[in-house]
C-alpha cells in the first residue's frame, strides 16, 4: 500500500503541473492582450473619444473571444478566468486609492445628497425596468442598474464579481455605459451652452458629476464648461465611486438573505446548506484604502504608480471578460438590456436635473 501512494502522487502532480503552466501563460497573454489595449486607448482619436482601457478591453476581448478564440490553447482558460475574476477583486480594491475624504468634503453635504439620491433612485430604477418592463434577468439588470448609478464599468465589475454573474451578462452592461455614457460627455456641454440646463457653475458640477457614467466622461464633459466646474464636478464623481462600499456591503447581505430562504436552520429553503455571508471583502480593501489615501502616508509618486498598475489590473480583468463573453448569448437580451439603459439615461437627465435644482435650492 505504501508503495502504491507515491506513484499515485506523482501522477496526480503530472496531471496539475501542465494546468500550473497553462494558468500562468492565460494570465500573462492576457496581460499581453491589455498592454495592447492601452497602447490602443492612448492614442489620440480614442483619447479624445474619452474611451478608456476597459472599455477598449471589453470590445476587443470579445472580438478576440469571438473570431479567433479557436487559436487560444485550452489550458489557457483557467489564466483567463483567474484575470476576470480574482484579479478582478484586487484591481477594484485598489481604486480606492483615487479617491480622498478630503477631496468629499471639499463638496460638503450637497454633493454627498446628491450622489446618494442619484446612486440609490438609479439602483431602484433600473433593476425594477430590467427585470419588470424588459424581463432581463436579475444579474443583467443589476449590473445594468450599477454601471449607470455609481461609476460605469468599474461598477459593473465590482458588482459582477459579488453576484458571480455570467461575462456575457457584464458586457451587456458594459455596452450600456459605453454608448450612453459617451453621448452624455458631448450632449450634456451642448445643452448648456444652448442654454437649456439653467445651473450655475456648482449645479453644473453637481449633475455632471452626479449623473455621467465613467469618471473620465465625467472630466471630458466638465473640462468644456470651465475648470471649476470640472473640479466640483470630479468630486461628485468620486463621491459616487465612495458610496460602492456600503452598497456592495448591502448587496451581500441580501444576496446571503435570499440564498437562506426563510429558514432559521442553517439550511436553504430548497434542503441544501445555506451560503455562507456574501460579503465582498474587496469592498472592504476599497474602504482601507481610501483611509490610506486621506492619511497620505504615501509618496504621490507611488499612489501614481499604483493606480497606473491598477488601471492596467482593470484593464486586464474587463479584456479577460471580453474573451469569455460570447455574441449569441449578448443577441438574446442586448436590445432589451440596452433599452433599460436607455430608460435610466432617460432618467439620469430628467429626475438628475431635479434633483440637482432640489439640492441648490435646498442648501442654498
Not at 501512494?5 to 497553462?22: D, E, F, I, N, Y
Not at 443583467?140 to 455570467?166: D, N, P, R, Y
Not at 451587456?172 to 450634456?188: D, E, H, K, P, R
Not at 453644473?204 to 471649476?228: C, D, K, M, R, W
Amino acid at each position: 500500500m505504501s508503495t502504491a501512494s507515491p506513484s499515485v502522487s506523482a501522477s496526480a502532480l503530472a496531471r496539475k503541473a501542465p494546468s500550473t503552466r497553462g494558468q500562468l501563460n492565460g494570465i500573462l497573454f492576457v496581460a499581453l492582450f491589455a498592454a495592447a489595449v492601452t497602447s490602443i486607448s492612448s492614442l489620440p482619436f480614442i483619447a479624445g473619444l474619452g474611451m478608456s482601457p476597459l472599455i477598449i478591453g471589453i470590445v476587443a476581448g470579445a472580438v478576440y473571444g469571438n473570431v479567433l478564440r479557436d487559436g487560444m490553447p485550452e489550458s489557457w482558460a483557467a489564466g483567463v478566468n483567474f484575470s476576470a475574476r480574482k484579479l478582478l477583486r484586487i484591481a477594484v480594491a485598489f481604486f480606492g486609492l483615487r479617491v480622498s475624504l478630503q477631496e468629499i468634503a471639499q463638496v460638503g453635504l450637497p454633493g454627498l445628497v446628491e450622489s446618494v439620491l442619484i446612486v440609490v433612485s438609479t439602483l431602484v430604477i433600473g433593476t425594477w425596468a430590467g427585470m419588470k418592463l424588459m424581463k432581463l434577468d436579475r444579474d443583467t439588470a443589476m449590473l445594468t442598474a450599477a454601471g449607470s448609478a455609481i461609476c460605469g464599468a468599474a461598477a459593473v465589475l465590482a458588482f459582477e464579481s459579488t453576484l458571480q454573474s455570467k461575462p456575457h451578462q457584464s458586457a451587456m452592461a458594459v455596452g450600456s455605459v459605453v454608448l450612453f455614457g459617451t453621448l452624455s460627455m458631448f450632449l450634456y456641454p451642448v445643452l448648456y451652452h444652448a442654454g437649456w440646463l439653467h445651473l450655475d457653475t456648482r449645479g453644473v458640477g453637481l449633475f455632471f458629476g452626479g449623473t455621467i457614467h465613467e469618471v473620465a466622461q465625467v472630466v471630458g464633459a466638465a473640462s468644456n464648461v470651465s475648470p471649476e466646474a470640472t473640479h466640483i464636478a470630479t468630486i461628485v464623481k468620486m463621491t459616487r465611486v465612495m458610496l460602492l462600499v456600503p452598497v456592495l456591503l448591502s448587496l451581500g447581505v441580501w444576496l446571503n438573505r435570499s440564498a437562506r430562504g426563510t429558514a432559521a436552520s442553517g439550511v436553504a429553503a430548497d434542503g441544501t446548506p445555506a451560503r455562507k455571508l456574501a460579503i465582498p471583502w474587496f469592498a472592504l480593501g476599497f474602504l482601507a484604502l481610501v483611509i490610506v489615501n486621506s492619511m497620505h502616508v504615501l509618496p504621490q509618486a507611488a499612489t501614481h504608480t499604483l493606480n497606473t498598475l491598477d488601471t492596467f489590473a482593470l484593464t486586464m480583468a474587463m479584456t479577460a471578460l471580453g474573451i469569455e463573453t460570447r455574441i449569441s448569448q449578448v443577441k438574446q437580451a442586448g436590445p432589451r438590456a440596452l433599452t433599460t439603459g436607455l430608460i435610466l439615461y432617460v432618467w439620469l437627465i430628467g429626475g438628475g436635473l431635479g434633483i440637482t435644482w432640489a439640492v441648490e435650492r435646498f442648501f442654498g
